[in-house]
């Protein structure tokens, strides 16, 4: 049997559409969770007269809301990319993330890609080729119908000249 890996082909990639659409609906996603748990914390703050909580959220400032909001947004992709391998824009979209090899990428791997969006000017980075938390994770976003249909080929040519058992 071969030991031959698949290696992941770059017309599976992405549009640039389907990456911009992907982002705006991922920011769309993110600003919906961010006011569900501001909500969910008023609730809590109501019902239970947490007037501390209440102070410390009005005292936070600028910074402290920005803490805030990258907290909320790496746990928006690493549970999303992390656990599923899509986020809900890639679910809409019809696009995965994946390792060279068309693989779910690893933890750590989405942990690396999730901080690189932090750096400024890192959504419009797509618009060129891979985008700065691709190319420095070493992931892809590619359409998830065209891998499987890739892998399954790839597959199926590694099987021609095996005999069967």
């Keep these: 049997m071969s030991n031959s890996i698949y290696i992941l082909d770059d017309n599976l990639l992405a549009s640039s559409g389907a990456r911009f659409l992907n982002y705006i609906i991922d920011v769309i996603s993110f600003v919906v969770l961010f006011f569900l748990i501001i909500m969910f914390l008023g609730v809590l703050i109501g019902l239970f007269e947490l007037t501390g909580l209440g102070a410390w959220l009005d005292n936070l400032g600028d910074l402290g809301w920005n ?8 746990s928006y992709y690493l549970m999303t990319e992390g656990l599923l391998g899509r986020s809900l824009g890639k679910f809409i979209t019809g696009t995965v993330v994946v390792d060279e090899n068309g693989e779910k990428p690893d933890f750590g791997t989405i942990l690396k890609r999730s901080l690189c969006r932090l750096i400024p000017f890192d959504a419009f980075s797509f618009l060129g080729s891979r985008g700065w938390h691709d190319s420095m994770s070493d992931t892809y976003v590619v359409d998830k ?17 095996i005999e069967a058992e």
Excluded: C, N, R
């Design 67 to 74: 803490i805030i909001g990258i907290i909320i947004l790496m």
């Design 145 to 161: 119908k065209a891998l499987d249909e890739s892998v399954k080929m790839f597959h199926e040519l590694k099987l021609i000249g």
